[in-house]
């Protein structure tokens, strides 16, 4: 079963807004991440962050970690039209073999 | 190459033929897996391997799914006697180590009429 749950399941933001994507999980974590899927293409990396760190920056990303709640939320500044895609969390369990996907989030940043 | 590569990137077929996927990951990636993606949802897992071996077969639909993976390389994802429920997206990713993030191709779409 998906660990992983997001939400919105969708999100329409105009350009130059913030957009904020939750993710929330079940058991302990080894580690979270998010992935990025452009219409008809594959997943692509956007950022790992540790069970132990609870805040991490690339370009205009931000990733938080609560591991007291389970969750997570990536937030993306300044948004523009090229990032419209889907949005996956990933966690990798403690006790895990391999990482387990939310549903996705879809956004659509709009011109 | 540089990425993982997955080929066809389509593939129409009749219901009840077999079909094979095929994923070629990052050299030296001893981790691979294979996802399921139906339209607009999130992945389905499949199965993962670890070199040569599959620790992990639980995602495997029925037994007209089965998979290899050769030389810690190649791998193959085989459908016997496809039914028009395995229309989808198949995806195959691979890493370093099982925890790490993972680089995905870009699937084959697979049609059954």
């Known amino acids: 079963s998906q660990q992983g749950e997001e939400d919105p399941q969708a999100l329409s933001i105009q350009e130059g807004e913030n957009a904020t994507m939750n993710c929330s999980y079940k058991?302990?974590?080894?580690?979270l991440q998010w992935y990025r899927q452009n219409s008809g293409r594959g997943l692509v990396h956007l950022i790992l962050i540790r069970s132990n760190e609870r805040e991490k920056h690339s370009g205009r990303l931000r990733v938080t970690l609560d591991t007291s709640k389970k969750s997570s939320s990536l937030l993306i500044t300044a948004s523009r039209a090229a990032d419209t895609a889907s949005y996956f969390c990933a966690s990798f369990r403690t006790s895990g073999s391999r990482l387990t996907f939310g549903e996705g989030t879809q956004l659509t940043v709009n011109p | 190459g540089a990425g993982v590569s997955q080929s066809p990137s389509n593939k129409v077929t009749e219901k009840g033929k077999d079909v094979e996927l095929r994923c070629d990951p990052i050299?030296?990636?001893?981790?691979l897996y294979w996802y399921r993606q139906s339209l607009g949802q999130g992945l389905e897992f499949l199965i993962y391997?670890?070199?040569?071996?599959?620790?992990?077969k639980s995602g495997l639909p029925s037994d007209r799914f089965s998979a290899e993976r050769t030389g810690g390389s190649v791998s193959t994802l085989t459908i016997q006697r496809t039914q028009q429920e395995d229309s989808a997206v198949y995806l195959c990713?691979?890493?370093?180590?099982?925890?790490?993030?993972?680089?995905f191709g870009d699937g084959t779409r697979l049609s059954i009429l």
């Open positions: 391997f670890q070199g040569n071996s599959a620790p992990d």
């Open positions: 990713a691979s890493s370093l180590d099982i925890s790490g993030p993972q680089h």
């Open positions: 058991t302990s974590i080894n580690n």
């Open positions: 050299s030296g990636h001893t981790a």
